[in-house]
């Protein structure tokens, strides 16, 4: 677990840092989200000089069943944040029910162009593979 | 003897132990309700262990301050969860890769509408500036959004919470959205999900699939760089 622990946070750090460093407008976590996807990516190459040198818990699965557990519980770490909300509450007093409408139709609308588009495209994307196929 | 009681609560609420108990505690609850109804929308965890929380602390008189000294440590998980995000992604790379298209398309769109929305609203409803630019980055996680309010002259605190808010909205509607137009592509209900609810319609859309949660993720990395892009375009274009 500390081993898994190590390199999730070694991965992070290092996408905190190119973000800052060069000032990306993508969070330094996503960063460090593609840099693990490229770990994996090397580690499970052909030949990979990686399976001799790395410790045992990044190779035989232990890493992959903490990753899982963590992911099982993403609703945890939303509720320290979420409790501060209540407390600030108030700075929606004055314009609490347009706010609440426009959150609700906005997000509405926003779930259903993405999940709409998804869909025809790639209706759109399978027809065309489908011909040049046949 | 009450005296004696008191100081013992002086002393457990000032450290990291009770609070952080508290959060767990509340969260276990709230995910057994969740279980036990069915993981039923309405029963969103996140909104349900916040109710608890927030409910002990009123009861307490707790200030926020002291809550997240405890609290911080399942907070500062958030960072190596989104890592971690790239495992379901490397798993079903092969499942992502097949959809990159329509994923592109879903994400542009998506992301353009949102912003579009939000403004055209905002706009009907007479909504003052620094409120709709708060509001702008809304569907974005949290530390990225503040980032982009922050830039562009909003209230990150304000932003913080409308955050929250939209991402618990988006978890709720989400299901029982896609189950009323008979959507089965758990690919498309998840990237939806991702996108316009980011990490709380993540966590939501893992409860539901493994695949829809994938994509989740995926469409919540995406967006977080859109909407930083797209959203002082958008608010610049209104000027």
Known sequence: MIASLALILLAQLTGEALARGFGLPVPGPVIGMGLMFGFLFLRDAERSPLRRLLPAPLLDGTLEGNAKGLLANLSLMFVPAGVGVVGRLDLLKTQGMKLAVILFVSTAVSLLTTVLVFRSVSALVERRGGRGEG | ?239
Not at chain 2, 4 to 25: E, K, N, Q
Not at chain 2, 101 to 128: E, K, S, W
Not at chain 2, 158 to 184: D, F, H, K, S
């Open chain 2, 1 to 239: 003897m009450a005296g004696g009681d008191f100081s013992l609560w002086v002393y457990l609420a000032r450290t990291p132990l009770l609070w952080l108990t508290v959060t767990l505690t509340a969260y276990v609850a709230a995910d057994r309700i969740a279980a036990a109804t069915g993981r039923h929308p309405l029963a969103n965890p996140v909104l349900v262990a916040v109710v608890f929380v927030a409910a002990v602390l009123a009861l307490t008189d707790t200030p926020y301050p002291t809550y997240f000294e405890g609290a911080q440590f399942v907070h500062f998980l958030l960072g190596p969860a989104t890592v971690v995000l790239a495992f379901p992604l490397y798993e079903r790379r092969a499942t992502v890769m097949r959809a990159l298209v329509p994923m592109l398309a879903a994400l542009a769109a998506g992301a353009v509408m949102t912003l579009v929305c939000v403004i055209a609203l905002a706009h009907l409803f007479a909504i003052p500036r620094p409120i709709l630019v708060s509001l702008a980055p809304k569907s974005v996680t949290s530390g990225v959004a503040m980032g982009i309010s922050a830039a562009l002259g909003g209230d990150p605190t304000l932003t913080a919470i409308l955050v929250i808010l939209t991402g618990i909205i988006g978890a709720i509607l989400v299901t029982p959205m896609m189950e009323g137009l008979g959507i089965t592509d758990m690919r498309a209900r998840g990237f939806a999900a991702g996108l316009a609810a980011h990490g709380i319609g993540t966590a939501r859309a893992f409860q539901v699939s493994e695949v829809a949660g994938t994509f989740a993720g995926i469409a919540m990395g995406l967006n977080a760089f859109v909407t930083a892009i797209l959203a002082p375009v958008a608010l610049h274009l209104l000027n």
